[in-house]
């Protein structure tokens, strides 16, 4: 019995010891490659209260097919967020515009809601959860699940994405399916739409075919 208390002692003083040797903060060097674990530290004498500000928390050119904008604050723009499993971005919509159907494989979202009215969803095999959502009100998109977010009121509506990765990737399900060299017979075929509403929304996302 003592040997294993002495073993779990041994344990618990190496595993303090190390978590105590990890950074407090690894500031993204962005000059060097992206790994599975995050950007390279840049040398602590380097670092400054700067990269852990971002600037650019604004919003952005609505003028696209979808006339929405969306301002991330990622690693790529953020350096500070590295390795903390945490990021942000803010989200501008005009009247009628809208986030398509996307996913993202790697993290969880919260969408905090800023102006106007953004009706907001996402689809599991068991049936779809939707809401519209108002100034106050907080919605989390689990990890991974296809959502979407629509501006359901007359005016603009901005909201503030929060995300448990510092990176997140995307999935849109229109670029997917439309950004792509597949012949549009094919899609069709697999999708039901039609061939030639297939060749008018390729070009939308840069597909062919």
Known sequence: MMNMFHILFLFTLLSSTSYASVNDFCIADLKGPNSPSGYQCKPPNTVTVDDFVFSGFVAGNITNPFNIALTPAFVTEFPGVNGLGISAARLDMGVGGSVPMHSHPGATELLIMAKGKITAGFITPSGPYVKKLKP??????PQGLMHFQVNSGKGKASAV?????ENPSAQLLDLLLFGNSLPSELVAQTTLLDVAQVK????LFGGRG
């Open 136 to 141: 106050g009100d907080v919605m989390v998109f």
């Open 200 to 203: 008018k929304l390729k070009p």
């Open 161 to 165: 994405l929060a995300f448990s990765s």
